[in-house]
């Protein structure tokens, strides 16, 4: 999985302060301060005159069900219609690769899968009908593109111990190569239970006790 940051609102945090201090009649600060006051009191519309852009390679097609229930992002996927998958790359789990019997098995099914693509295309079958036999581990490349208010909400669910690992992966990767240009942003970019100081899972990883057990 390679995660890039293509493009961000220019002077991010100037512009989340200029919209902010409209609404109380002030003067934007150099240091942030008027960004972090709206994050910590929940006045968060102002967050979303930042945007970014990522563009995102080897995730599977597995994961994009996932991505896409964020309704409040902009989304751009290699096309299984229009481009053809001949020797597509596939995702193994961690878990499979760890399992010699596992990766074997599994390794041996995608050639199958291969073959018979390729099969149905040298047949004469269109890409866009071809394409029903992929597996959900196929290999895509998407474009995504987020306001900073919903990235931030995007953290909370994907970066939970509790969320399934490729998309935590995926989240972590976006949010390193975000913190490493604008590191005003790392304790926005969080779980949802660093944000609470309680965890609202009935599963939890421990970091924080959960919501159940404080209320009683």
């Not at 009191?41 to 995102?56: P, Q, R, T, W, Y």
């Not at 959900?136 to 939970?160: P, Q």
Request: net charge neutral.
């Amino acid at each position: 999985m390679n995660v890039t940051l293509v493009r961000v609102t220019e002077n991010p945090v100037n512009a989340i302060e200029q919209a902010a201090s409209n609404c109380y009649d002030s003067t934007p600060t150099k240091s942030g301060a008027i960004m972090k006051s709206c994050y910590k009191s929940g006045h968060h519309s102002v967050l979303e005159f930042c945007n970014f852009h990522f563009h995102i390679e080897g995730v599977s097609r597995a994961l994009l069900a996932q991505l896409t229930r964020h309704r409040m992002a902009s989304y751009a996927v290699r096309s299984q219609r229009y481009v053809r998958e001949d020797g597509f790359g596939f995702v193994i789990p961690d878990t499979i690769k760890k399992d010699q019997f596992s990766s074997v098995l599994y390794r041996a099914a995608m050639d199958k899968i291969k073959s018979a693509y390729d099969g149905l295309i040298k047949s004469g079958i269109p890409p866009e009908d071809a394409r029903y036999i992929l597996p959900n581990a196929c290999e895509t490349v998407v474009d995504v593109s987020m306001n900073l208010r919903e990235l931030i909400h995007f953290m909370n669910e994907r970066l939970c111990t509790r969320a399934q690992w490729e998309i935590r992966r995926m989240a972590t990767g976006m949010k390193n190569v975000v913190t490493e240009q604008y590191p005003e942003f790392a304790d926005m970019l969080v779980p949802k239970c660093e944000v609470h100081g309680f965890c609202p899972e009935e599963k939890t990883c421990g970091r924080h006790p959960r919501l159940n057990d404080l209320v009683g």
